[in-house]
């Protein structure tokens, strides 16, 4: 079993920057590939960032690349969003979820998931 708990959301105006952490329980967490999701308001969620197990295998979502970066801390289970140049149509709830062994892009295939953390971006 693997708790995963985001922080790190906030107000931020458009061109600012954010960085979220999601913190990870368990002794396994090198064994997983792990991921950023998002879900803004009335929008289905969707992928923005993933990262394979021991930190290569990145991939973004084409509407954050090189905005956003998505990297990991194995020694500190956690995973990072950083989040750069930011846009109003960035505002969503951010999700961490995890894969075991996979990393993936499909947010169907998650095996864990945190209970995410709020970005809003004003104008």
């Known amino acids: 079993q693997v708790q995963l708990v985001e922080s790190g959301g906030g107000l931020v105006q458009a061109g600012g920057s954010l960085r979220l952490s999601c913190a990870a329980s368990?002794?396994?967490?090198?064994?997983?590939?792990l991921g950023w999701f998002r879900q803004a308001p009335g929008k289905e969620r969707e992928f923005v960032a993933a990262?394979?197990?021991?930190?290569?295998?990145?991939y973004y979502a084409d509407s954050v690349k090189g905005r956003f970066t998505i990297s990991r801390d194995n020694a500190k289970n956690t995973v990072y969003l950083e989040m750069n140049s930011l846009k109003p149509e960035d505002t969503a709830v951010y999700y961490c979820?995890?894969?075991?062994?996979?990393?993936?892009?499909?947010?169907?295939?998650?095996?864990?998931w945190g209970k995410g953390t709020l970005v809003t971006v004003s104008s």
């Open positions: 979820a995890a894969r075991f062994l996979v990393v993936t892009s499909t947010d169907h295939g998650m095996d864990y």
């Open positions: 368990g002794r396994t967490f090198s064994s997983y590939g």
């Open positions: 990262i394979g197990r021991n930190g290569g295998n990145i």
